[in-house]
């Protein structure tokens, strides 16, 4: 959590990166973020203008029970079902952190001051179930600053344009391919145009592609201190940023064409904007700010969880544009990379079906750990 001197020392800080035109989210939202007054904290101090949930996070939150025991009594006594009881405690939380963005949505035009829910993980391969879920996540929480998650699986793609086609804002996650990318950003334009064929107003929908930064460092990175040559060990720490700053490319490209100046024109059509996620920098031998330095563009968004803002608030520096004139080096370390022998689409699928499985892992480690407590067994500890 952060506390209310933390938010207030790294307001200045932050807000430096807001005015490099980069909306800070928080990572990973808990109850305790919001019974704390931390989220107001943030919010207030102008450091903080959205926030986004996951899987594990949830899990060490809801698993554990602490800030939650009254609501699984009540729901035990009511009988719900385990998914039941996950869904409506954390539809709730969303529902109160939108409450307390709400002004920032207001101020903003709905462009920030967003609460990002995602679908049951395991659905994430059939796209009529992640439809179904994400129409009842939307109706559940009832607030229009929500975005409701949407896995980029092959199956997610459709699912993407049919729930943005319904007016309803979606956040992208789990996004590391280039190519998935640009399939991505063109579901979306599908659902745009889809939205407009049915008289809805596309001034209000929203949305986010989010990009796990560090993880694709994790896993190259991996690969290169095998290789062990000083050619391999000097590209450590640098195929994240080159992954993302080649996707900031795109979407420029993206956002300048035929077909999106004729949504952006006269039906006012939003970018679907970059969102940096995992953006924790795992590796000691790498600034811990690396990433929140390293991907500064205008109308993107970085996702951080408290340590990251203490660390960027402590000692990160924030000179503005750090994506946009990194073209050419970015393509330079991904084929360096490729020379290598190391497979760059190989790494980004195998990244997806981890991450999907991790997702999926956590969903189920919490709906057991719920299930424990509504049969009065206790929850586990994370």
Known sequence: MITVSEAAASAGALKRLSGAGVSVWLDDLSRAHLTSGGLADLVASGTVTGATTGPSALRAAIGSGSGYEEQLAGLAVRGVTPDEAVRTMTTDDVRAAADVLRPVHEATGGRDGRVCLGVDPRLAHDTAAVVDEARRLARLVDRPNVMIGIPATGAGLPAITEVIGAGISVDVTLLFSLERYREVMDAYLA?????RTAGLGLAAIHSVASFPVSPVDGEIDKRLTVLGTDEALALRGRAALANARLAYEAYERFFS???WLALAGGSRANKQ????????VKDPAHK????????VAPGTVLTMTGATLRATAGHGVVRGDTVTGGYVQARADLAAVERLGISYDEVVRQLENEGVAAFEDAWQELVD??????????????
């Open 191 to 195: 659902g745009l145009e889809r939205a």
């Open 257 to 259: 064409g035929e077909r």
């Open 273 to 280: 904007r970059p969102l940096w996620a995992s953006t924790g």
């Open 288 to 295: 811990d700010t690396l990433y929140a330095e390293g991907l």
């Open 369 to 382: 750990a719920v299930t424990k407590s509504l049969d009065g067994k206790g929850v586990d500890a994370p």
